[in-house]
T-cell receptor, first 110, second 116 residues
Framework: GQQLNQSPQSMFIQEGEDVSMNCTSSSIFNTWLWYKQEPGEGPVLLIALYKAGELTSNGRLTAQFGITRKDSFLNISASIPSDVGIYFCAGYSSASKIIFGSGTRLSIRP | EAQVTQNPRYLITVTGKKLTVTCSQNMNHEYMSWYRQDPGLGLRQIYYSMNVEVTDKGDVPEGYKVSRKEKRNFPLILESPSPNQTSLYFC???????????????FGPGTRLTVL
């Protein structure tokens, strides 16, 4: 089946640093989504991307839909303690199945 | 308050004992999905439903059943649970918007299931 490779699996960074994570797919997607999950809760949507090449920001978060439609990245600028959590990418192509990446666990050194 | 509710939140059961996890949403959403989350694997879609009486398999449907008799409810049924179905389960709902069915997807709080 379709797979999403998300990297890195985990990051341990200093507060104030910028963060970058990405997802690649073996298949083309029409939509890429980025979610954040905090302990004990379900994922919450951060950014949705609908067109190849699209660059979208949400506060300190910026995500891009790759030109090939097979990849996407998420950047977080000037990280703060509340950015801690697990970040997931997800993609889908039609009104059918959605595929999630395996997640990037972000931890911040005080 | 707009929300997706799941019950139970925690369940420990034994192999082969049928169980149902309920999911209900109060937002009149067309789409509903069930996911399981396992360490290192992210979320995997089990089943999804596009509307009442319309369901289809996700990526990992084996061992699960669903039904969508009413728009607000989407129960997940394990007819004969096995230990490999021990996992964290999430229900989610969303509108069939012009940008696609999974945008603005609201997730429930999760159900942690242990099958002994």
């Amino acid at each position: 089946g379709q797979q999403l490779n998300q990297s890195p699996q985990s990051m341990f960074i200093q507060e104030g640093e910028d963060v970058s994570m990405n997802c690649t797919s073996s298949s083309i997607f029409n939509t890429w989504l980025w979610y954040k999950q905090e302990p004990g809760e379900g994922p919450v949507l951060l950014i949705a991307l609908y067109k190849a090449g699209e660059l979208t920001s949400n506060g300190r978060l910026t995500a891009q839909f790759g030109i090939t439609r097979k990849d996407s990245f998420l950047n977080i600028s000037a990280s703060i303690p509340s950015d801690v959590g697990i970040y997931f990418c997800a993609g889908y192509s039609s009104a059918s199945k959605i595929i999630f990446g395996s997640g990037t666990r972000l931890s911040i050194r005080p | 308050e707009a929300q997706v509710t799941q019950n139970p939140r925690y369940l420990i059961t034994v192999t082969g004992k049928k169980l149902t996890v309920t999911c209900s949403q109060n937002m009149n959403h067309e789409y509903m999905s069930w996911y399981r989350q396992d360490p290192g694997l992210g979320l995997r879609q089990i089943y999804y439903s596009m509307n009442v009486e319309v369901t289809d398999k996700g990526d990992v449907p084996e061992g699960y059943k669903v039904s969508r008799k009413e728009k607000r409810n989407f129960p997940l049924i394990l007819e004969s649970p096995s230990p490999n179905q021990t996992s964290l389960y999430f229900c989610a709902s969303s509108r069939q918007g012009t940008s696609g069915p999974y945008n603005e997807q609201f997730f429930g709080p999760g159900t942690r299931l242990t099958v002994l």
